[in-house]
């Protein structure tokens, strides 16, 4: 079993009990501003994505942590590994992203989370490049990425509903360093 523990964070598979926060964070038009199309989620999709998200660590070994509060037991949101397949252009690649409910924001979560997920794919997976797509004017992901020391690689556009993308990246090797 897959858990990272973190000064103030438990990073793990999911729960049945995960559904219910999870979809509140997804249902939130604050969280999903700056995701895909920027529409909210249901409880279906919510359902949909921790089964896909499960699935993809069985298949990959990687996969989408359940982000829960050490001292509360809380739900925070997800942060972890996947393959982008949504844009081909970057592939082969496997990308980190975050995501958090608001009351959870502006408290060193999310670098908190990215940073162990880094270690987490060079020491335990062995990756030794990944890669961040977040969209132009997504400030947050942003200065997560800058503290993270990951660099621009190249601005391009969603294929589908066309938002401008900028993809960093980050030599694993140069993190452990
Ligand atoms: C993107 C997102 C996860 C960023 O969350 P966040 O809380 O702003 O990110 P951080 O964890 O880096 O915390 C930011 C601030 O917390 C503050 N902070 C408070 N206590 C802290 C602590 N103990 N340690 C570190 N930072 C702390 C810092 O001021 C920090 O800002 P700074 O680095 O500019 O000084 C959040 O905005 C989100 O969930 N957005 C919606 C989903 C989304 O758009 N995801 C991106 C697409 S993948």
Sequence with gaps: MIEIRTPRLLLRRWHDDDLAPMADINADPRVMRW???GSVRDLDDTAEAIERWEEEWDEEGFGLFAVELLA????????GLSVPE??????????ISWRLGPQFWGQGYASEAAHATLE??????GLDRVIS??????????????KLGMELE???AHPVHGRPLRV??????????
Excluded at 72 to 79: M, P
Excluded at 138 to 146: F, H, L, T, W, Y
């Design 154 to 156: 190249r601005e391009t």
């Design 133 to 146: 797509i977040s969209q132009e004017g997504d400030q947050a992901s942003e200065n997560i990425v800058r």
């Design 35 to 37: 995701i895909d199309d």
């Design 72 to 79: 509360s037991g809380e739900l925070a949101g997800c942060t």
């Design 168 to 177: 960093h990246t980050i030599d694993l090797t140069e993190f452990a360093a």
């Design 86 to 95: 949504f844009l081909p252009q970057v592939l082969p690649a496997v990308a």
């Design 120 to 125: 987490f794919a060079l020491q335990d997976r």
